[in-house]
């Protein structure tokens, strides 16, 4: 199918330079960008990756105050 299609300056220098970079014509890469384009619009959007943090805390008796003697309680004299 023929058509006209004005471009934005913006969208045909960046089209040209892809066409140049992949040695394809302007023709082939305004059609594969559009493809691209229309076929990720078709995709559902994804469900955002949510994480709930859990407070883990530090046994009873302990503190970040010496971590010294935290990581000695923690993973014993031999840690090193």
Do not use: H, I
């Not at 305004?30 to 883990?56: E, W, Y």
């Amino acid at each position: 199918m023929r058509t006209t299609l004005t471009l934005d300056d913006d969208v045909a220098r960046l089209l040209d330079k892809e066409a140049k970079r992949t040695g394809t014509s302007f023709k082939e890469t305004v059609n594969r960008a559009l493809r691209l384009g229309l076929m990720a619009a078709k995709q559902p959007p994804r469900k955002p990756f949510v994480v709930t943090p859990v407070k883990l805390g530090l046994p009873p008796g302990l503190s970040y105050d010496n971590v010294e003697e935290l990581l000695e309680a923690l993973e014993g004299p031999n840690r090193r």
